[in-house]
Structure formats: structure tokens, C-alpha cells
């Protein structure tokens, strides 16, 4: 039994296939937390589960020593973990950080104030999730007690690249994933206290790792996602053998390339580089990985901080008209499947009678006056049509 602990919320995709994976292989007992009672049910019956890399030198791997409680049901016990563990970690998608917030303040406020900081790091496809999480945080603490409280924590930013598809009815636990991870952390905040877990590595702040991975796997990603949406593809190894779907994912990689090298003074040829093994991660025929998953809550995807408008925003700012970017915009207008609430609000307000330009604003977050907000505009135009 381990003596060291890590609560981990979200025990979907990436929480058992990627990060409860890592902490376990680094000694951590893992306590999932998860509102899907099915679930937590099953993981809470179950000794282990097998990841199952697939592609090329691929491995199985089995994660043991785990528990698991729904924190619907028993937020106490899930806020008297978190008092007492070392680690907290989550992936449960960034519009779900503000429901988990409360229950890691409560944790907070009942830790002892002696015990080693509890490192907190969302693992989530945004920039800055762990700082959204602790701002959700501040406010769930009453105001007298909130320094105390945050005293007792470490907020660190991560970035993490995994492939992990939705899995396929009767899976069970057992988890699909590529063979290629990376987990970055910002190692500034710990001050020589950070978690080791092997299988992570820390960086000297996070900016440059995020960005990287967000405008050029996500990015790209979403592009082949709803360019082969359109083009009548399933799977994503099937859109990208599309010729024009891959012309636009390189189009786009193009675009986001550009700004990404000269923002963070990358390498050209290490960016280039790591730009061809994103294409042919995606292009991995063993991973049933669809467009419908890749394409998910296209709202979220389309807003200001996101992989598509962040880095068109800023290059149309430099004086660049990012048509690429604009082109996979208009490409994810037209994204339409029932079962993604995001995708049917978003055919709702191209429906609605508001103007293009109101609508383009309500999307993205651009007001009218923004370079790129009149190209945008047009592609709403153009979707309605
Ligand atoms: N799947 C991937 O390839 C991948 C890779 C890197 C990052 N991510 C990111 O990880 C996050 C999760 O993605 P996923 O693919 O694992 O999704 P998922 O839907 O498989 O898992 C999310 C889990 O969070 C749980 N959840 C929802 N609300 C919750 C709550 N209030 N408290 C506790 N648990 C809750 C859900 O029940 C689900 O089990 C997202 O931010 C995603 O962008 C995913
Ligand atoms: O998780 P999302 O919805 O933000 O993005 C969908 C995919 O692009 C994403 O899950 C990737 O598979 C992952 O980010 C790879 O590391």
C-alpha cells in the first residue's frame, strides 16, 4: 500500500488511461472521483484495469491499487481525501472546473495547516486550467478564511498530450490509448517541491508548452474533425487520408507554425518536426478515434481563449489574414450532431434572426471592431446560407 495519495476527478478517457495510469506507475494510490454512478460503481469493484496502447511498440499496462468514490453522492468523503492527500489532479473538461472548486476548497479548509502542500493541477485542453481552477476555488472560500486556506496548496499549470479515444460499448475499464504521451508541468510554483511522477516532466512556466501543444495538436485535430465532418468521414484516420481535408490540416499547422516560432523563438526545424509527428499520430489506423469526439462542444472550441480564435486573433492582429484558421471556423459552423448539446445550440443561433456580425461576436467573444471579426462574420454568412 502506498503511503503517498493522489485524488484524481474525471475518471473518463484521459483519467484512467492517462493520468490515473501515470500516478499509479509513480507509487500513488489513486482515489477517482466521478459523478457517473455506473462508473465509479465498476472501478469500486474492480482490482485493476488494463490501458492498451495501440501502434506501433505498444504496451498494456494494468492499474491497481486504486479506489474510487462518486462525488455526487459522498462529498464528504471525497472532501476528507483531499485533506489528506498529496496530489490533486482532474480532467473533466474546462467548463466542469467550477463544480469541482467547491469540494477542493472544502478540502482545503479542513487540511491541517502543518501537513506538505497539496499540489493542485488540472490536466484539462486549455490554457491555464489550473488557474481557472483556483480562481473557482477563491470564490467557493469564505473571504476570512481564504488566505489560510490557499496557503495550504500548490497551483500548478500542465499540459497533457495523449490520444485517448471514447471507448467502445463493453469496453468496461480497459482504456485504448496511442502509445505517445507527455505530461508538462510548471515546476515555478512548487520552489523544489514538486510531485515526482516519472512519467511528467517540469518546465520553467508552462506558456510556451501549452500553446505549443493546444494550437498545434487541437488545433489541428478540430480542423480534421470538422473538415471531414463535412467531407462525410467517421473516423479520423479516414478524414485525414482525404487529400483536401489534409491540405487544410496543413494549411492551418502552416498558420498556427508561423506565430507559434516566432512568439515562443521556437526552432523552425524542431517545430517542423514536431508538427510531423502530430500528422502521423493522427494518421495512426489502430486508433478508433471519431469526428464526432474530436469535434465535441464546438462552442467551447470556437471561443476566444480557445485553439482556433487565440491564434488567428493574434495573427490577424499582426496584419495576416489567417484563412485557414478562418476556413476550419466556418468548417466547425457546420458541425450538426444531435447528441452534442453545444453543436445544437450552435445550429440554434445560426438560426436565430440575429445579425452575422452579432452572431460572430457571441461565438467567438470578437467585437466588431477586432481584424478578424468581419472575416469571421462572412463565414457565418456563408454557414447560413
Ligand atoms: N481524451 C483525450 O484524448 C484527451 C487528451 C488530453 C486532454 N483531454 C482533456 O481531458 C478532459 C477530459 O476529457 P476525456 O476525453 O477524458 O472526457 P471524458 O468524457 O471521457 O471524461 C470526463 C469525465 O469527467 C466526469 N465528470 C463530469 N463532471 C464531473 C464532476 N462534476 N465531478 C467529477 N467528475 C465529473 C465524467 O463523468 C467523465 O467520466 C478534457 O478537458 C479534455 O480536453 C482529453
Ligand atoms: O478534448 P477536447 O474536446 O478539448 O479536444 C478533442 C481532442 O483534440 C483531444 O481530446 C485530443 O485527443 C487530446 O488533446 C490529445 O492530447
Not at 459523478?35 to 469500486?44: E, F, G, K, M, T
Not at 481552477?133 to 495523449?162: G, H, M, W, Y
Not at 493546444?214 to 473516423?235: M, R, W
Request: proline share 5%; charged share 25%; with cysteine.
Amino acid at each position: 500500500m502506498s503511503d503517498r495519495t493522489a485524488v484524481h476527478f474525471g475518471a473518463g478517457n484521459i483519467g484512467r488511461g492517462f493520468v490515473g495510469l501515470l500516478l499509479h506507475e509513480a507509487g500513488y494510490e489513486v482515489v477517482f472521483a466521478d459523478v457517473a454512478a455506473p462508473l465509479i460503481d465498476a472501478l469500486a469493484a474492480a482490482d485493476s484495469y488494463t490501458v492498451h496502447e495501440v501502434g506501433a511498440d505498444a504496451k498494456d499496462h494494468e492499474v491497481t491499487g486504486f479506489r474510487a468514490l462518486n462525488s455526487a453522492q459522498d462529498e464528504q468523503g471525497v472532501i476528507a481525501e483531499i485533506a489528506a492527500a498529496d496530489v490533486v489532479t482532474c480532467a473533466v473538461g474546462p467548463n466542469v472546473l467550477k463544480f469541482i472548486a467547491p469540494v477542493i476548497a472544502a478540502g482545503l479548509q479542513q487540511r491541517d495547516a502543518g501537513a506538505a502542500p497539496l499540489a493542485v493541477m488540472a490536466c484539462e485542453n486549455a490554457i491555464n486550467a489550473t488557474d481557472r481552477l483556483r480562481e473557482f476555488i477563491v470564490e467557493a472560500l469564505p473571504a476570512e478564511s481564504r488566505d489560510q486556506a490557499l496557503a495550504k496548496a500548490v497551483f500548478a499549470n500542465t499540459a497533457v498530450d495523449r490520444i485517448v479515444p471514447a471507448q467502445p460499448d463493453g469496453a468496461g475499464l480497459d482504456v485504448t490509448v496511442e502509445t505517445y504521451y507527455e505530461w508538462a508541468i510548471d515546476r515555478t510554483p512548487f520552489n523544489g517541491s514538486e510531485p515526482e511522477i516519472p512519467g511528467a516532466h517540469y518546465v520553467d512556466g508552462l506558456a510556451a508548452s501549452i500553446e505549443r501543444k493546444l494550437f498545434t495538436v487541437n488545433t489541428g485535430h478540430a480542423t480534421v474533425a470538422y473538415h471531414g465532418y463535412i467531407a462525410g468521414a467517421d473516423k479520423i484516420a479516414d478524414a485525414i487520408a482525404i487529400p483536401a481535408v489534409r491540405s487544410e490540416l496543413e494549411a492551418v499547422l502552416a498558420e498556427t507554425s508561423d506565430l507559434l516560432v516566432r512568439r515562443h523563438e521556437l526552432d523552425p526545424e524542431v517545430h517542423r518536426a514536431y508538427v510531423e509527428a502530430i500528422i502521423a499520430r493522427f494518421e495512426n489506423p489502430h486508433l478508433p478515434d471519431t469526428v464526432t469526439r474530436v469535434g465535441r462542444q464546438p462552442l467551447r472550441k470556437l471561443s476566444r481563449d480557445e485553439r482556433f480564435v487565440s491564434p488567428a486573433a493574434a495573427l490577424a492582429e499582426d496584419g495576416t489574414e489567417p484563412t485557414a484558421l478562418l476556413d476550419a471556423m466556418g468548417a466547425a459552423l457546420r458541425f450538426d450532431v444531435a447528441d452534442d448539446e453545444q453543436s445544437v445550440q450552435l445550429q440554434q443561433l445560426l438560426r436565430s434572426d440575429k445579425a452575422d456580425g452579432a452572431v460572430a461576436t457571441e461565438i467567438t467573444g470578437l467585437d466588431e471592431q477586432h481584424p478578424l471579426h468581419a472575416a469571421f462574420a462572412d463565414r457565418v454568412r456563408a454557414a447560413r446560407a
